[in-house]
């Protein structure tokens, strides 16, 4: 199977390295990468050509006038020689592992249409059934969707006359034909999706929108319509006209903010060599300049301090490395840095995660109605190996988080005020993150945020504890109870949010 990758690009310098780094890991998977420029004035051509030195796959460059996205991705399916074609905009990129996957899957039934699932820092797009109604949303085709090149020659290319949404528009059309399309889902996360961009332009998109109806109403009335009265219905939440609760975009969260929380984020560090460079750079990228990042190794045989040295070197951002004399453990170690943090809220790191979108955006937008509280999330759960996808969902039943623990560190983030009533961690804590989960689930003013923010990575070196014998984790949960009852009984008389 020769898979077909096409990007479009217009000043797309700063974005394109995330999706660079997915390529290059599975290289050997890819038959071209096919890029189509039209007239970028910054370094992204230079920033392409540099990447394609020892790649397994050939990369294509095409330039073209500045005519829109749509005709930028028709030209890419023109030149492909690939059988699949992928279409991944510059700041999309597929998840890891999730090539691979597609590729074995794609060979075995050769489907016309391939797809999964699309993760993005606002939702999760992407139902089994591909016309499902769930699916007729604007920008949730291509990104996630493989598809056959014969299939573009028989229902048409993208609609370059659409401005906005003509995939969406290619997707009513690809309806009118589904009994002839062998069409295969993936339940599985496949790629990050970034929203926004020119989809956000109200006027280009209403009329985008009109023409889809005025061409598809007829042949696919219930589709079209639904898709209608659903961004009819976005452009009135974004119109404030009514008042609902919701997450807005990041560049909108701080605009009539009178205080911004700055935020120290603690990771502690032992033998993360292999990950920890991606994992620096998805936090890096979301600090603001009042933000500190403090890093406290505990005392690893490996690389992983060269790593954190070298991210140090080149980034402007405040960023402090500690070493431990001697292994302390990570509870410990945590506990160290939090007491190093100056900042209003204590932001908890693993070493070897992804964080997705502006998860510390959504972290400061909560923060500011939960002042005293602690802000958690639901996570896409990301195997190493395999790229077994799954939701690790919190939750605040103290007997489940007894019996087995939902609460993971790297979910939490929380006032550092309100944390340190709790410390020191006692002794008899091994892993802080169910210390504290149990004493989140009796804290009133939690916030569970929804939506997935960061790939929490589960590998065969994660430093959890989690083989022990059934006769250790009795006498570990019996140890927590007590020691949490009596934390609590001291603490009384202190807020609990």
Known sequence: MRLSVITPIYNSAHLLFKLINALESDSDLIYEWIVVDSGSTDSSIATIMASCYNLRYKTKVIQQPKEGPYKAMNAGIEHASGEYIAIFNSDDYPLSGSLRQLHTDISRSFPDVYYGRVVSCNQIIGSRNFFHWSNFRMNNIHPATVVKKSVYHSIGLYDSSICIAADLDWYLRCKRVSSHLSIQYNQNYLVYYTPGGISSQSPQSFAGMLLILRKNLFSAPLSTLYSFLLYLWSLLLRSGFFKISYVPSPSHIYRHSTHIPSL??????????????????????????????????????????????????????????????????????????????????????????????????????????????????????????????????????????????????????????????????????????????????????????????????????????????????????????????????????????
């Open 264 to 497: 120290s984020i603690v990771m502690a560090t032992y033998n993360g060599a292999e990950y920890i460079h991606e994992q620096l750079s998805s936090i890096l990228d979301q600090m603001s300049p009042n933000d500190e990042l403090l890093i406290r190794d505990d005392f690893s045989n490996d690389a992983t301090i060269f790593h954190i040295t070298e991210a140090i070197q080149k980034t402007d951002m405040s960023v402090t490395l500690t070493v431990n004399s001697m292994n302390l453990g990570p509870s410990k170690t945590f506990e160290l840095l939090i007491n190093e943090a100056k900042n209003d809220i204590i932001v908890f790191s693993d070493q070897d995660d992804i964080w997705l979108g502006d998860r510390l955006g959504r972290i400061r937008y909560f923060s500011r109605s939960y002042t005293a509280s602690v802000f958690n999330s639901i996570y896409v759960s990301v195997a190493d190996v395999g790229s077994t996808f799954a939701i690790c969902r919190p939750t605040r039943n103290i007997i489940r988080n007894i019996i087995k623990p939902s609460f993971i560190g790297c979910h939490i983030a929380i006032d550092r005020r309100y944390l340190q009533q709790f410390l020191p961690f006692p002794r008899s804590v091994y892993m802080y993150d169910m210390y504290l989960g149990i004493i989140l689930s009796i804290t009133k003013s939690v916030k569970f945020d929804s939506e997935p923010s960061m790939l929490y990575r589960r590998h065969d070196n994660v430093f959890t504890p989690s083989h022990s014998s059934l006769l250790n984790k009795v006498i570990w949960r019996f140890r927590y109870i007590v020691t949490i009852i009596f934390v609590l009984t001291r603490r009384w008389k202190g807020s609990f949010g």
